[in-house]
């Protein structure tokens, strides 16, 4: 049995998506998906860190952020990822304050899904604490990892076997990367390739 281990935002959620439009509609930021060109967003809206903060704090106690869905591929290989056998976790660098909404969210839209749902430190903010990602794949002896953070990648390619990079906005043209690094676009290629590898 293989153990796979995902993100969870911009990987199960459009969460940079949700998040601009949250911006745009209360703040007045100019913000788009397409114009997220760092996954630090106070670069991306040229604010301050504490502005930064603020606004993304907002976020998270509104309806934006309480009822945002899963993309629709997520959730169809999801359940083909379990039925192919796999072990299947959650690994998120959110704040500690939202840790219960979010596994509220997984629990209704990923009901018995997650054998468990693991949170780690964030680059971005000391808000979010644990161990690292890579040190909590490879406690809990990860084969494969989907993330969309280049950061968080390259450190996880260390120790899994595949790490299923999602392209977005600020992680395209990346360069040379690992061989154990796969770009993808969505969850269906993810399937594609644990279907050629097994």
């Given at each position: 049995m293989s153990i796979f281990v995902t993100d969870i935002d911009d990987v199960l959620i459009d969460f940079v998506g949700s998040l601009s439009t949250f911006a745009e509609r209360e703040y007045n930021?100019?913000?788009?998906?397409?114009?997220?060109?760092?996954?630090?967003?106070?670069?991306v809206w040229e604010v301050s860190d504490d502005r930064c903060t603020e606004i993304i704090d907002k976020y998270f106690s509104s309806k934006d952020f309480l009822s945002i869905l899963p993309r629709v591929d997520a959730?169809?290989?999801?359940?083909?990822?379990?039925?192919?056998?796999?072990?299947?976790?959650?690994?998120?660098?959110?704040?500690?304050?939202?840790?219960?909404q979010t596994n509220q969210w997984l629990s209704k839209y990923f009901p018995r899904i997650f054998t468990g749902n693991y949170f780690s430190s964030n680059i971005h903010?000391?808000?979010?604490?644990?161990?690292?990602?890579?040190?909590?794949?490879?406690?809990?002896?990860?084969?494969?990892?989907?993330?969309?953070?280049?950061?968080y990648a390259l450190d996880a390619s260390y120790v899994v076997d595949y790490v299923y990079m999602f392209i977005h906005p600020w992680n395209r043209?990346?360069?040379?990367?690992?061989?154990n690094i796969i770009e993808v676009n969505n969850w269906y290629q993810v399937i594609d390739h644990q279907r050629s590898i097994f």
């Open positions: 930021i100019s913000s788009s998906y397409s114009n997220h060109f760092s996954s630090d967003a106070s670069l959730l169809e290989s999801i359940y083909t990822l379990k039925g192919m056998g796999s072990e299947l976790y959650t690994l998120t660098s959110r704040h500690d304050e939202i840790r219960q903010t000391p808000r979010a604490s644990g161990k690292t990602k890579a040190e909590v794949l490879e406690e809990i002896g990860a084969n494969f990892f989907a993330e969309d953070v280049i950061e043209n990346l360069g040379s990367l690992p061989g």
